[in-house]
């Protein structure tokens, strides 16, 4: 491997504040767009549908993660805490659907599924949901420092 001249470094580098832009062609669009689908065409809802719901397709796991509000990462730390792997797609073939379905109920997921999936949102909610996220993010740094403060 060859080290690249100082210029090229300096080339390579961008402004923190840009974001990468999500494109029609992420794949994870695809997966929130048919999970969403899913729960929107679902009769009922109930921690037994939403078992099946993730049994048919697992990747939609981090759909009902988002419909609490978790992040990808909050998802693999609850069920990595409380059901011992982070991997919702092992889980599940281990038969423990139901079991991800409970630990996530415990945020409301039925509640919040069913109030949700029929309302209308107003492009002022997707800016409002957005702002919250700047608060989410701050709190998340304060709770990190708290441990950091106690061991000082």
Known sequence: MTAGSFDD??????RIEERQAIGP???TLAVIRSGAAA???LPDVT???LAGLIRANPAWTRVLGLAIGFSQEQLASTLRSRLGSPSSSALIRAGRAAEIVSVLNESQLVEGVGASRGQAFTYADVLIARYGSRGRAGR????GRIPEVSVQ
């Open 47 to 49: 921690e037994e549908t």
């Open 25 to 27: 062609e992420d794949p």
């Open 140 to 143: 998340a740094i304060g709770r």
């Open 9 to 14: 470094f300096l080339s390579s580098l961008r």
């Open 39 to 41: 729960l929107a065409a």
